[in-house]
T-cell receptor, first 109, second 116 residues
Framework: KQEVTQIPAALSVPEGENLVLNCSFT??????LQWFRQDPGKGLTSLLL?????REQTSGRLNASLDKSSGRSTLYIAASQPGDSATYLC????????FGTGTSLTVIP | EAGVAQSPRYKIIEKRQSVAFWCNPI?????LYWYQQILGQGPKLLIQ????????DSQLPKDRFSAERLKGVDSTLKIQPAKLEDSAVYLC??????????????FGEGSRLTVL
């Protein structure tokens, strides 16, 4: 069964720092990987989708990479802002979607 | 395009009472998922529909949970009777893409259930 792990579970950084969130998965037979943001009491908002044939995707200050063979993905956030404070989850799709438990990010002004 | 709609946003009930949640996925999305998210955890799949048929309900506690998607559009998730451990956020999601399965997944705002 696919297992998705996100490290660290929580992260606190000062405003303006660049940061990296990690996601690892045990089964490389995936069709895609997706990064989400979740604000307290809200649903998940899609940030980036990487198809299995792709190596990375970029949207604004966000860049996500995928190394399917090693079972890893990273989400890079440039020049962090207090508004980036949220929980970030990754999910992989094989025969169904499997989610990590998320990284809770706090950006300190 | 309109997003995934869910209601109610919040519900507080006593244990052993019943509750129902409603979801209307993005128009044209054939696949619909219901997830349960307990605080501090990732979403856990409860049931997957493809049009009005059930694809996977292996993790749905069928003694108390039921779900339907009669016309292949909106869906209802019911809990009866509720237990304390059912306190969670219930999320509805539908994916976009060829065949409606392998594409980007979109979530509703969720329905937060508190069982007292």
């Amino acid at each position: 069964k696919q297992e998705v792990t996100q490290i660290p579970a929580a992260l606190s950084v000062p405003e303006g720092e660049n940061l990296v969130l990690n996601c690892s998965f045990t089964d490389s037979a995936i069709y895609n990987l997706q990064w989400f943001r979740q604000d307290p009491g809200k649903g998940l908002t899609s940030l980036l989708l990487i198809q299995s044939s792709q190596r990375e995707q970029t949207s604004g200050r966000l860049n996500a990479s995928l190394d399917k063979s090693s079972g890893r993905s990273t989400l890079y956030i440039a020049a962090s802002q207090p508004g980036d404070s949220a929980t970030y989850l990754c999910a992989v799709f094989g025969n169904q979607f499997y989610f990590g438990t998320g990284t809770s990010l706090t950006v300190i002004p | 395009e309109a997003g995934v709609a869910q209601s109610p946003r919040y519900k507080i009930i006593e244990k052993r009472q019943s509750v129902a949640f409603w979801c209307n996925p993005i128009s044209g999305h054939a696949t619909l998922y219901w997830y349960q998210q307990i605080l501090g955890q990732g979403p856990k799949l409860l049931i997957q529909f493809q049009n009005n048929g059930v694809v996977d309900d292996s993790q749905l506690p069928k003694d108390r949970f039921s779900a339907e998607r009669l016309k292949g559009v909106d869906s209802t998730l019911k809990i009866q009777p509720a237990k304390l451990e059912d306190s969670a956020v219930y999320l509805c999601a539908s994916p976009r893409g060829a065949g409606g399965i392998t594409g980007e997944l979109f979530f509703g705002e969720g329905s937060r259930l508190t069982v007292l």
